[in-house]
């Protein structure tokens, strides 16, 4: 494809709104970077005469190739080993999103906490939530991509709105707090400390591995600050080769990354409520780590 190539700029121009659907309707990194190279194909073969609203086409194409595969992933999950998990991305927006509510916009929206109760919802309900809560899409518009009228995507919203805010558990947004939590809860970690992993653990945290059967994680969610403090150290008591840990910014928060020899071999984000962790999520399918570096 030629860079100058008039077709390709519009394409990328909306690019990373694309990918934003696809990934918060999906859950999957990989999943997304399928569905915006297929709304490319899409593109570059369609008849643009008739297009008068490039980004309008581009999201109605991107949302549907979405919801068939979210439709087949559902399917898939009922057959997965452990816990599943929304995979983990890198979210350093950089100077591309300078205004800071538009950036506590994107990170709420993105975050493993949201996406995990977005999981819950149908996937029309989805659909609705991600183009309306995320990107501010009109009613109308919103009409036009999924092909129903105003009145049903009205009503849509709203069931999706409740029940996101019925699941959605009441975690800590203070970023700072959230980056002072996540340093000590490395330093305990590392350090072998019982009593130090206690003291920052609420009591009925929770631990949700996700491996896909493909590496070694809990198949069951961890339950209660002594079994996940435990779990936690009994890990880290067995060091991988030539390890290396970040502090690296996932789904809008901070999170440690684990690698060995280089490569990516887990991510774990806490989430946390009254300065205490009361979630833990880890990743370790080697599948769902391939988004994490920025």
Request: proline share 6%.
């Amino acid at each position: 494809m030629n860079a100058t190539d008039p077709l390709l700029d519009v394409f990328e121009e909306h690019r990373a709104t694309l990918g934003g659907v696809a990934y918060r309707m999906l859950g999957r990194f990989a999943d997304a970077e399928d569905v915006v190279q297929e709304a490319w194909l899409r593109w570059s073969a369609a008849d643009r005469e008739d297009v008068h609203d490039p980004r309008g086409y581009l999201v109605r194409v991107t949302t549907r190739l979405a919801l068939d595969r979210l439709r087949l992933a559902h399917t898939r999950r009922e057959t997965y080993v452990g816990p599943w998990l929304p995979e983990p991305v890198a979210t350093d927006f950089g100077t591309t999103v300078p205004d800071t509510a538009e950036r506590a916009v994107l990170a709420d929206t993105v975050s493993l906490a949201l996406l995990v109760v977005l999981e819950s919802l149908s996937p029309l309900e989805r659909a609705v939530f991600v183009l309306r809560e995320a990107f501010g899409f009109p009613y109308a518009d919103i009409a036009e991509v999924l092909d129903r009228s105003e009145a049903a995507v009205r009503q849509l919203a709203g069931r999706a709105r409740r029940h996101v805010a019925e699941r959605r558990p009441r975690f800590d947004v203070d970023a700072a707090r959230r980056r002072e939590l996540t340093d000590r809860f490395l330093a305990a970690a590392t350090g072998g400390s019982v009593e130090d992993m206690l003291a920052l653990l609420a009591p009925g945290v929770r631990l949700v591995g996700d491996s896909g059967g493909k590496a070694k994680a809990p198949l069951r969610v961890l339950e209660s600050a002594d079994k996940v403090a435990r779990f936690l150290l009994g890990v880290a008591a067995k060091p991988l080769p030539d390890p290396e840990l970040r502090i690296v910014e996932v789904n809008g928060g901070p999170a440690v990354l684990v690698l060995s020899r280089g490569v990516p071999d887990s991510v774990v984000s806490v989430e946390t409520t009254d300065g205490l962790i009361t979630e833990i999520h880890v990743m370790r399918n080697p599948d769902k780590l391939t988004g994490v570096l920025p």
